[in-house]
């Protein structure tokens, strides 16, 4: 390991191997430091994401990252009943539950077949800041500390990011905002194979859900997330999900369990600085209806390459040259999608189960030609007049 790169990327997740491999290509210095002794493990992950997402970072996907295609999706409202997306509606919301053990490790893979340096082990515990400037990161390396200076720090340290903090960014996530997690993954389980389902209420999940991801043979994904503060009787994500399982999986067995968080707030309000960029889950930019930020994460990370490679290039990495990036990302279809669906989110942990049926039950019989989140929040809005009040504050994103 160097005293000094180019870039210094400080996590090993989707959106920092998507950095470093970018910055790798374009013949810049990149080391990437990770503080697990493995990268991709422990998952902390339900693992699905959409087949035009990942689209676009591979014209072939290796068949070991996938753990099953999935046709379709299935919500089930509170009082029981459920909205099918059967394979011809499901459109573009078709996509994969990954193997993120391989799928991870390959990104890092990809990024050190290109030049990167990776580090595992290594954490970041302080920033070098200079007049108020990021220089580089004090890690910990196997129990010793050592500074690492780089022309540009990547923030790509997820949703427990500290890093951006010891720079003087604000990261903090309203604790409402925190959806926190449990996932078992169980088998021997009755499920229908390529269909995650999804189920939402006040009684079986505060202000989230409960999610069944297929990951082959009677095997899937069971997890919850629940907001920070909503939660009755201080009971936790995980005894939401034992009252769950015991219900509907009473003999499915129980192999794995992983605890974690996820920001379901707005993006950071600004996710760079003089030297900094900040991505993925590290700038608060994970789906605040789905949770989902794999995705973003990649997209992010890349676009973090690309905006420092030219920084560097031209010799100034100042705030004002790496905004270049915040505007890309705010501006593009993910940044669209991630103000639209904070607003969609607000109104619907609003709403009581009650209104929660009325809605589902009013789309349960569309026959919708091509499925989105988008067209079934349109489809919601015209099927309720009278819930017109609630969902008003929807209708500025169709019009
Ligand atoms: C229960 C659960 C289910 C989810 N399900 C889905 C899903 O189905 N689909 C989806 O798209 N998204 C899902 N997500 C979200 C998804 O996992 C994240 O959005 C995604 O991993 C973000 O990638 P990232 O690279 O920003 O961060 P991460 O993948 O979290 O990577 C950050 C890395 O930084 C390392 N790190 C942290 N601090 C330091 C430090 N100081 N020094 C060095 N290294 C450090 C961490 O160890 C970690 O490896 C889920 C999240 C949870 C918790």
């Known amino acids: ?66 753990s099953e295609k999935i046709k379709g999706a299935k919500l089930i409202s509170p009082d029981g009943s459920s909205f099918y997306l059967s394979p011809e509606m499901a459109g ?60 540009v720090v990547i923030a790509a340290d997820g949703v427990e990011s500290k890093f951006s903090r010891y720079c003087g960014v604000d990261t903090t996530v309203p604790l409402r905002e925190l959806e926190t997690c449990a996932q078992y993954l169980m088998t021997d389980i009755d499920i229908e194979p390529g269909i995650t389902v999804f189920y939402v209420g006040r009684e ?26 909503q939660s009755k009787d201080s009971s936790r994500a995980k005894d939401y999900l ?23 707030c707005k993006p950071l309000e600004c996710t760079v600085a003089d030297n900094l960029i900040i991505v993925g889950d590290a700038a608060r930019l994970s789906d605040p209806i789905t949770g989902g ?60 189960d009650a209104q929660l049926n009325s809605v589902l039950n009013s789309v349960n019989n569309l026959v919708m030609k091509e499925f989105s989140t988008l067209t079934l929040i349109k489809e919601i809005i015209k099927t309720n007049p009278r819930l017109v009040k609630e969902l008003s504050g929807l209708r500025k994103f169709f019009e």
């Open 204 to 229: 079986v999940s505060p202000e989230g859900y409960i999610w069944i991801f297929p990951k082959g043979d009677r095997t899937a994904n069971v997890g919850i997330g629940i907001s920070g503060t």
């Open 242 to 264: 034992d009252k769950y399982v015991k219900k509907n999986f009473p003999d499915g067995k129980i192999i794995e369990l992983i605890v974690g968080g996820v920001s379901v």
């Open 1 to 66: 390991m160097k005293n000094e790169y180019d870039v210094l990327i400080i996590g090993g997740g989707p959106g920092g191997a998507l950095a470093a491999k970018t910055c790798a290509e374009k013949g810049l210095s990149v080391c990437i430091i990770e503080k697990r002794p493995a990268i991709g493990v422990p998952v902390r992950c339900a693992e699905g994401i959409g087949e035009d997402l990942i689209g676009e970072f591979f014209d072939e996907l290796n068949p070991k990252w996938i």
């Open 293 to 352: 930020g794999i995705y973003n994460a990649m997209y992010t990370g890349r676009l973090a390459g690309e905006v420092a490679s030219e920084c560097i290039r031209s010799n100034d990495c100042s705030k004002e040259k790496l905004m270049k990036y915040d505007t890309t990302w705010r501006s593009s279809r993910m940044g669209k999608a991630l103000e639209r669906n904070y607003q969609i989110k607000e109104i619907f942990v609003k709403l009581s």
């Open 92 to 151: 573009n919301e078709v996509g994969y539950v990954l193997d993120r053990k391989f799928f991870d490790r390959d990104l890092i893979w990809l990024a050190v077949e290109s030049g990167a340096e990776c580090y595992v082990k290594a954490r970041a515990v302080d920033a070098i800041m200079e007049d108020g400037v990021v220089k580089g990161a004090v890690i910990e390396y196997f129990g010793e500390k050592k500074e690492i200076r780089a022309k």
